[in-house]
């Protein structure tokens, strides 16, 4: 998920705060398991990558301290190397982690997003404070969702089957259209 970092501090809920507030959930979702663990691929690669690149120049770097001592030619490898595996592996076994707890509920007047890696906390958004909307497609039936509520920016990651929320959403965006004035027919 993203938060934009200009953005005031959100008010945290607890699960116990919710329930209390009895408010009837109009639609709720959680990210696609597989789109939410892969969404930061290109990074994952690089640290691979990088952590690839890092097993070699190890490699060599045994073969030079044994030659001609000096522990430099091991420490710089193997940091990079940790680096790397924690830039990939490490990634992605949080991020799957990250998933259990990620989930999006949307009441009559509030976006609720539960969200966290060790510690789950409960964001809340106004809707009354929701001023743009944008829709991320990434396949037919899967989507990022783009929000902003004032100030403060949300990211809804790997929906699927997020256009009902979507309409949701924009239904609240969207003004209500003006009544017409009753006219008279009886003449």
Same mark, same amino acid.
Do not use: C, S
């Given at each position: 998920m993203f938060f934009s970092a200009a953005r005031p501090a959100a008010q945290t809920l607890t699960v116990a705060d919710f329930v209390a507030a009895r408010q009837r959930a109009c639609w709720q979702g959680r990210p696609a398991p597989r789109c939410f663990v892969w969404r930061q691929r $290109? &990074? *994952? *690669? $690089? +640290? @691979? #990558?990088? +952590?690839l690149l890092a097993t070699g120049w190890l490699g060599l770097g045994?073969?030079? $301290? &044994?030659? &001609? =001592? =000096? /522990?430099?030619? !091991? #420490? !710089?490898?193997? +940091? /990079?190397?940790? @680096?790397g595996l924690a830039g990939s592996v490490g990634r992605l076994l949080a991020a799957r982690l990250e998933w259990e707890q990620v989930l999006y509920v949307l009441t009559a007047d509030q976006l609720l997003v539960r969200c966290g890696l060790l510690r789950s906390r409960l964001l809340s958004f106004p809707l009354e404070q929701l001023s743009y909307l944008r829709v991320e497609p990434l396949g037919p039936q899967l989507s990022h969702l783009y929000l902003e509520f004032g100030s403060r920016a949300l990211r809804l990651s790997c929906l699927e089957h997020g256009e009902t929320l979507w309409r949701l959403l924009r239904a609240r965006l969207e003004p209500a259209p003006a009544a017409e004035p009753a006219t008279d027919l009886s003449h």
């Open positions: $290109w &990074r *994952l *690669l $690089w +640290a @691979a #990558l990088v +952590a045994l073969q030079l $301290w &044994r030659e &001609r =001592g =000096g /522990l430099i030619w !091991l #420490l !710089l490898p193997l +940091a /990079l190397l940790l @680096a």
